[in-house]
Every structure is written in C-alpha cells, then in structure tokens.
C-alpha cells in the first residue's frame, strides 16, 4: 500500500474537503425548509452526493456535526476577511459600519438556509456551537474596536464601547432577520442607511454638547 508524505496527505485531504463543501450546498440549493426542520440531512446522502463511500467520509468527518461546522466555518471566511478589510481600511467609523451592515444584509438563499442550519443546530451539535461561539466572540471583538476607535474619535457620547457595540449588533442582527433576503444593491444600501440613521441618531454626539 503506498505511502504518503504529510504534504501530499494534507492536498488530498483538502480536495475531499471541498468535494464535501461543494456536495453539502448542491443538496442545500434544492432542499425544502421541512427537511431542514426534520434534521434529515444524513452522512450517506452528502457522501453519494459528492462521489465517495460513506465511510470515506467519516475518515475526514467523525461526525455530522463536524462536517456542519466546517461548512459553516468555511461559509462564513469571505464575509469575515470582508468585515476585517472593511474595518480595516481607511473608511470613516459611520462608513465602516454602514459597510458591514450592507454585508449583512446581502444574503443569498444559500447563505439563508445555512444561517437556518446554523440556528437549528446550534443546540443540539456541541461541535458547531463552540465554532458558532469562536465566530460570534471575534466578531463581537471586531465591532467593539470600531466603537472604541469612535469614541477616541468624539463620533459618539460617552457610552461605554461594550454598549455601543451591543446596540449595534443587536439593531443590525433585527434587521437581517425581519428583512427578506434580497439581491437588490438599492434596497441593501436602504435599509443599511435606515439601520444607521437609527443607531448615530441615538448614540451621535448631539450639536452644542
């Protein structure tokens, strides 16, 4: 039986991997809510699906809720590089978070039926609730510096940073979830403008202060 170096290993190893991301969304793209809701996602349907035996497929995966969370794990790596160019970058405090909302709110049925996943799962998968945690931990991390960065900056009333950024992600996290998913730039950019006016509004540093 042939032999592999760790290199080689690693490639095949990432190959499998992505067959695996590619198979879980084509059965996602055509998957009823209630099959979601009935938690009838099975290892044997994702590994016929993406061309290999189910015992293939637990050599990478021990389980169902390991596969989940690398999903979503690697589901939400181009929003999170975004959302860190984004805070990143050279834009003004209100423009960054204006930015990362409008990230936010440009959702594809793929990305909402796995925030569904994400939600339904949450519970009853340990694996994906502590990868759920890790990312809601950094992105509170990240949100909480730009709020810092406002207040060195005079933008906001001294309010605690940890506050402002609990009103924030709470505002933006009650607009993703009420608002439909929708692939119209225009109404993105409205909405996101409307969830902004509300928090500066509220927390801006009033004239004659």
Same mark, same amino acid.
């Given at each position: 039986?042939?032999?592999?170096?760790?290199?080689?290993?690693?490639?095949?190893?990432?190959?499998?991997?992505?067959?695996?991301f590619k198979a879980f969304f084509r059965i996602l793209e055509n998957c009823h809510p209630d099959k979601l809701a009935m938690n009838l996602f099975a290892m044997d349907e994702i590994a016929r699906e993406a061309?290999?035996?189910?015992?293939?497929?637990?050599?990478y995966f021990r389980s169902k809720s390991d596969l989940t969370a690398y999903v979503i794990l690697k589901s939400c790596e181009p929003h999170i590089k975004k959302e860190i160019e984004i805070m990143n970058g050279d834009m003004s405090?209100?423009?960054?978070?204006?930015?990362?909302?409008?990230?936010?709110?440009?959702?594809?049925?793929?990305?909402?039926?796995?925030?569904y996943i994400m939600s339904y799962y949450r519970a009853s998968m340990p694996t994906v609730?502590?990868?759920?945690?890790?990312?809601?931990q950094d992105a509170v991390k990240r949100i909480t510096g730009i709020m810092e960065e406002?207040?060195?900056? =005079? #933008? /906001?009333?001294?309010?605690?940073a940890e506050d402002l950024m609990h009103t924030f992600i709470w505002l933006r996290k009650s607009f993703s979830e009420v608002s439909p998913h929708f692939q119209d730039e225009r109404l993105i950019t409205q909405k996101?403008?409307?969830?902004? =006016? #509300? /928090?500066?509004?509220?927390?801006?540093?009033?004239c004659g202060d």
């Open positions: 039986m042939p032999r592999f170096s760790k290199k080689r290993k690693a490639a095949m190893a990432a190959m499998v991997k992505e067959k695996v061309g290999m035996s189910t015992g293939t497929l637990y050599n405090v209100p423009d960054k978070l204006l930015a990362i909302t409008e990230l936010d709110l440009n959702l594809s049925d793929e990305k909402c039926k796995l925030l609730e502590k990868k759920l945690e890790e990312l809601n406002g207040l060195r900056q =005079d #933008i /906001f009333q001294k309010i605690p996101a403008e409307t969830m902004m =006016d #509300i /928090f500066m509004n509220g927390v801006a540093v009033k």
